[in-house]
Nanobody, 122 residues
Framework: QLQLVESGGGLVQPGGSLRLSCVAS????????VGWFRQAPGKEREEVSC????????NYADSVKGRFTMSRDNKKNAFYLRMKKVEHEDAGVYYC???????????????WGQGTEVTVSS
């Protein structure tokens, strides 16, 4: 059965760092682009980053460029989001997603994890 499990969320101070992980099972991860999305209370879910199946290309939302880095390790069936210089606006529930193909294009039928919460203290 297809599964995506996020971990690494928690409490972080402004300016601090976190590393989120997503472990996949039940499908060949190296055949799919994957991404990170987040949702803050009262806001729409938004794309944070996406990486192609081979890791050759990575996209970032303008709000996180220069601060967040996405990577993947297909041999470990996992992908990651390194968050640096965290801001209050980065708080929310972070979800990992498997897209429908190798590239970072819109996919309304993608598969989602359950999410991991990031809380930013003052």
């Amino acid at each position: 059965q297809l599964q995506l499990v996020e971990s690494g969320g928690g409490l972080v101070q402004p300016g601090g760092s976190l590393r989120l992980s997503c472990v996949a099972s039940g499908f060949p991860l190296d055949a799919y682009a994957v991404g990170w999305f987040r949702q803050a209370p009262g806001k729409e879910r938004e794309e944070v980053s996406c990486i192609t199946s081979s890791g050759a290309r990575t996209n970032y939302a303008d709000s996180v460029k220069g601060r967040f880095t996405m990577s993947r390790d297909n041999k470990k069936n996992a992908f990651y989001l390194r968050m640096k210089k965290v801001e209050h606006e980065d708080a929310g529930v972070y979800y990992c997603k498997r897209l429908g193909g190798r590239y970072c294009i819109g996919d309304p039928f993608g598969s989602w994890g359950q999410g991991t919460e990031v809380t930013v203290s003052s």
